[in-house]
């Protein structure tokens, strides 16, 4: 009988020595995502020698690497539950974030330069699982109006195991994603009215060879970032933001994003410089708009501190720490 692609979970977790396979359990296969799709794309050695005939001999497979795309809700833990890890916490980690946890205050992701993480992710889909070691990524944070605030995950690891395994019993979490609405979003010193609006971290992702390995693979790294901004604002008039002036500045300015809800749970987005790099007419329902892309740069020489993500209730400041995990 065929597999239903409905019925299906992803399970992660951070690698204590990267490359090397985690145990997966329930525990760990709380995120909800949507369409997860993980696939073993190898390397084909084609066997062409010259012979006495023009057939072609049987390739050869190669590096064993895999790929894994999916969607997950941005989701903050509850008031109660602040300072501790929630589901997509390893796989932001995967992709070059920190975590730094206030137990009962806040949880505060910010971009790494060194000491990154790799995972193991198992995807399990109606009774047939998956396997890839030492997995990075990169992450893109997607905002639409009306829609929960999406995490969109390119992972790539190594091919680790495959088999017939019947489905893991997690506890889902209980919290629900903040919609992207009723937000603060200040864009270099405007409120502007728009529909979308993305984050990409733009990680570059490498696969280390390592012969010993039965992969050909020794881990995923990070060995780079270019994080931009895109958004779609309406034309206003140059009084109130002057998109081509500050294309054409140098200068830098700040975004703010801040999401609430009733329970006082509450996720700011602070990128304190960022800057205009293109701008494209477009249209919206016969309004005109923007269509621009921003880099997100360093606020200062120590760099690491281009975006913040902060977790917390209402009244919790993001500048307090604790405890943190790398």
């Known amino acids: 009988m065929g597999k239903i692609t409905r019925i299906a979970q992803l399970a992660g977790k951070v690698e204590s020595v990267a490359g090397t396979a985690e145990t997966l359990t329930a525990t760990e296969a709380t995120i909800l995502v949507y369409e997860p799709v993980m696939d073993l794309s190898p390397e084909m050695f084609k066997r062409n020698p010259v012979t006495k005939h023009m057939s072609r001999f049987a390739s050869e497979v190669g590096a064993r690497k895999m790929d894994l795309a999916f969607k997950a809700e941005l989701m903050g833990p509850l008031t109660t539950a602040k300072g501790v890890t929630t589901p997509i916490s390893p796989f932001l980690r995967m992709c070059g974030f920190s975590e730094t946890l206030d137990v009962g205050v806040s949880n505060i992701f910010v971009p790494i330069s060194s000491s ?11 009774g047939f699982r998956k396997n890839m070691l030492g997995c990075a990524g990169n992450v893109k944070f997607q905002m639409k109006v009306g829609e929960p605030i999406m995490c969109e995950f390119a992972m790539q690891g190594k091919y680790a195991s495959h088999a017939d395994e019947a489905m893991l019993s997690p506890t889902y979490p209980a919290q629900v994603p903040m919609l992207f609405m009723g937000a603060s979003v200040t864009i270099l010193g405007s409120t502007l009215v728009l529909d979308n609006l993305e984050i990409d971290m733009q990680n570059e992702i490498v696969l280390s060879a390592l012969p010993s390995d039965a992969s050909g693979i020794n881990y995923a790294q990070v060995t ?4 931009q901004m895109s ?8 009084s109130s933001h002057d998109f081509i002036g500050k294309l054409l500045s140098r200068a830098t300015a700040a975004v703010t994003i ?4 009733s329970q006082g749970n509450k996720t700011t987005f602070s990128l304190p410089a960022v800057r205009y790099i293109t701008q494209k007419a477009g249209d919206r329902g016969g309004i005109a708009v923007v269509n621009a892309v921003c880099e997100i740069c360093k606020n200062s020489d120590s760099g690491n501190d281009e975006l913040t993500l902060t977790m917390a209730s209402s009244s919790s400041s993001s500048s307090s720490s604790s405890s943190s995990s790398t």
């Open 224 to 227: 780079g970032r270019n994080p």
């Open 116 to 126: 990154f993480v790799t995972g193991s992710i198992a995807h399990y889909i109606d």
């Open 231 to 238: 958004f779609d604002p309406e034309l206003v008039a140059m």
């Open 258 to 261: 801040v999401l609430g809800d």
